[in-house]
């Protein structure tokens, strides 16, 4: 139940969510899900659950000196056949529901990281 929730709220807020929350890439959807995947393990974040076929991934940024934790959902949206749009929400852990203005930190890292997958295809706004 929480999946689908913090799913449905990734893509319900996905236009008002601030400009550091997405990222567009000049690729295939699917490159662009498999490199969010590789971005978020090497980052090592614990993945709770994948969705091949809606490209969207649920997992934790654990715990830190500043930070108890965000659940976040990854949202992998197409463009075009070449263009993709990723969108990540956050919802604290043990916290208020919904929380844009933290985590950017940890979401700029897994959009280096899929950037450097695909080899530098990051759109700037």
């Not at 980052?43 to 709770?48: A, G, S």
């Not at 076929?53 to 949206?77: C, E, I, Q, R």
Request: charged share 20%; proline share 2%.
């Amino acid at each position: 139940m929480q999946r689908a929730t913090l799913s449905v709220l990734c893509l319900l807020f996905a236009s008002a969510t601030p400009d550091w929350s997405q990222r567009d890439f000049a690729a295939p959807a699917a490159d662009v899900y498999a490199a969010s995947i590789k971005s978020i393990q090497q980052q090592h974040h614990e993945i709770k659950s994948t969705d091949d076929v809606h490209h969207s991934v649920d997992f934790h940024v654990g715990t830190t000196a500043w930070s108890w934790g965000y659940n976040m959902t990854l949202a992998v949206s197409s463009i075009d056949d070449t263009h993709t749009r990723v969108t990540i929400g956050i919802s604290r852990s043990g916290g208020k529901a919904v929380s844009w203005g933290s985590g950017k930190k940890e979401v700029q890292k897994i959009f280096t990281g899929i950037d450097k997958q695909l080899g530098g295809t990051a759109e700037k706004k």
